[in-house]
T-cell receptor, first 112, second 112 residues
Framework: ETGVTQSPTHLIKTRGQQVTLRCSSQ?????VSWYQQALGQGPQFIFQ???????GRGNFPPRFSGLQFPNYSSELNVNALELDDSALYLC???????????FGNGTRLTVT | LAKTTQPISMDSYEGQEVNITCSHN???????ITWYQQFPSQGPRFIIQ???TKVTNEVASLFIPADRKSSTLSLPRVSLSDTAVYYC?????????????FGTGTRLQVTL
């Protein structure tokens, strides 16, 4: 069973740039959720994708967008990066409903 | 979404039983209670999930009283490797949208 993998593991960007983070879901999981975790805080829900459609969104601006592909892998795109976007970005895959989330180890994004 | 409240931190000695309580006063009828463990620079890892009464697996037990307004994660005989942040989540199952809200978690420190 292949777990959730995220790439890259670390990334440094400049304010105003755009970034794309990638996630491969666990085998058999058709739902992908993205979270932002600032230092010392709990993960904050960004959005969720189910069968290639956005299925719920947290309190994040439109410059945070995503995609899910037919193989259930996913991308998180962030435009016009701000310093406060520096965080650990976590991807989690699951089955629909209340099934447990299976997390990757995240992408550490630093915006300078 | 149901809000959860947990102690910010707890300390324990190795070999002791640790009980972490989470309050979720406005839990909805369809909500499940899920606990995750997170080590530094890693994604959260599923520990246990329950709806009511008691659930036990190979690593923990989850106690949920009849009113479901709180829950207690019990870790038997903790070791140094159980030092981590523990999150209690209450799931919002709306069919295809499952948005689990993380709080700030409980930081457990286990010492000799």
């Amino acid at each position: 069973e292949t777990g959730v993998t995220q790439s890259p593991t670390h990334l440094i960007k400049t304010r105003g740039q755009q970034v794309t983070l990638r996630c491969s879901s666990q085998s058999g999981h058709n739902t992908v959720s993205w979270y932002q975790q600032a230092l010392g805080q709990g993960p904050q829900f960004i959005f969720q994708y189910y069968r290639e459609e956005e299925n719920g969104r947290g309190n994040f601006p439109p410059r945070f967008s995503g995609l899910q592909f037919p193989n259930y892998s996913s991308e998180l795109n962030v435009n016009a990066l701000e310093l406060d976007d520096s965080a650990l970005y976590l991807c989690a895959s699951s089955l629909p409903g209340n099934s447990p989330l299976h997390f990757g180890n995240g992408t550490r994004l630093t915006v300078t | 979404l149901a809000k959860t409240t947990q102690p910010i931190s707890m300390d324990s000695y190795e070999g002791q039983e640790v009980n972490i309580t989470c309050s979720h006063n406005n839990i909805a009828t369809n909500d499940y209670i899920t606990w995750y463990q997170q080590f530094p620079s890693q994604g959260p890892r599923f520990i246990i999930q329950g709806y009511k009464t008691k659930v036990t697996n190979e690593v923990a037990s989850l106690f949920i009283p009849a009113d479901r307004k709180s829950s207690t994660l019990s870790l038997p005989r903790v070791s140094l490797s159980d030092t981590a942040v523990y999150y209690c989540l209450v799931g919002d199952d709306t069919g295809t949208a499952s948005k689990l809200t993380f709080g700030t978690g409980t930081r457990l420190q286990v010492t000799l």
